[in-house]
């Protein structure tokens, strides 16, 4: 996983560079605090889409892409159509940082919960005590849903995150106290607790729609295209012979969010591509549905090897 500031997800030097931008920064983030601190959510949020609105001119790269990937998702929409769900794209990612921030700064989170859809998939993923890898995305408010998802769950959770350039950044986001512990990717002993935890019947989350650049990537069809996906999540959760659950934190019309869970992926031996296949299927179902949500600032479409 990594925050919504964007901090980039790769670890090759010569893999996809994932966004990454000046605005991530310490005093960014205090500015935030300050709002949250004397508004509303109602008017944060007001605040945020404005704010959305003003800077968004300043990412043209990122917005090109964003153009792209509408046009790639809805091809039957208008030019006019798509041009609102770029604009949309930039304002959902405005109001999930917000709330992020206040619910990092103290306020409680689940009141932002509008309820959990698939209850019935995590009692099955998590029935006889067995531990779960629970795989989503850049889409909706990954990191607050995280959290409301382990609440849920009332298990000991681990959230596999890239570091932040920013120590500050970093302690702000995950230095203080909270249900999940997070698990730099790329530290030297990070993936050696992670098989250990699954076995004690505890949970592992891990983002599942950015490749590394790596050999553990793999390419799966993906809006009418091959695009690579990491195949690490799937492999973790066949070793330690537990069930992969798609989740994802989604902000609705009311401003609240819904955690919605698929159907568990079980992962045999050998089993592990088609566990990565039908999870990119559902992400794909996702992303068709809410295009404004997915926060995706590069073209995964060019980590494919070869291009």
Not at 94 to 114: I, T, Y
Not at 139 to 161: I, Q
Not at 273 to 301: C, I, K, S, Y
């Amino acid at each position: 996983m990594t925050s919504l500031s964007g901090t980039p997800a790769v670890a090759a030097a010569d893999g996809p560079r994932w966004h990454a931008h000046r605005f991530n920064r310490a005093p960014v983030y205090r500015a935030a605090v300050a709002l949250t601190a004397v508004l509303p959510r109602r008017a944060r949020l007001g605040v945020a889409c404005a704010l959305a609105d003003a800077l968004a001119g300043r990412f043209a790269a990122e917005r090109a892409v964003i153009e792209r990937t509408v046009r790639r998702v809805l091809p039957a929409a208008t030019a006019a159509e798509r041009a609102r769900v770029v604009t949309d794209v930039f304002r959902h990612f405005a109001m999930c940082f917000a709330d992020l921030v206040a619910a990092n700064r103290g306020r409680r989170a689940a009141r932002l919960l509008a309820g959990v859809e698939g209850e019935a998939h995590v009692r099955a993923a998590a029935s006889g005590g067995r531990g779960v890898v629970v795989v989503t995305a850049h889409v909706g408010n990954w990191e607050l849903g995280g959290r409301l998802l382990a609440r849920r769950l009332a298990r000991p959770t681990h959230v596999v995150v890239a570091a932040e350039p920013d120590p500050r950044v970093e302690r702000f986001l995950r230095g203080g106290p909270g249900p999940v512990r997070f698990v730099r990717r790329g530290a030297p002993t990070a993936a050696l607790s992670l098989v250990p935890a699954l076995r004690r019947g505890e949970v592992v989350a891990l983002q599942g729609d950015r490749a590394l650049g790596t050999r553990g990537d793999a390419t799966v069809p993906f809006f009418g295209a091959d695009a690579a996906f990491p195949l690490g999540p799937f492999v973790l959760a066949r070793a330690a012979g537990v069930a992969v659950l798609p989740a994802f934190c989604l902000l609705g019309a009311d401003r609240r969010y819904t955690v919605r869970v698929g159907a568990p992926l079980e992962v045999p031996a050998g089993g592990e591509a088609d566990a990565q296949t039908r999870w990119v299927g559902a992400l794909e179902a996702v992303v068709a549905r809410h295009p404004e949500q997915w926060f995706n600032f590069f073209d995964v479409w060019s980590a494919v090897p070869g291009r």
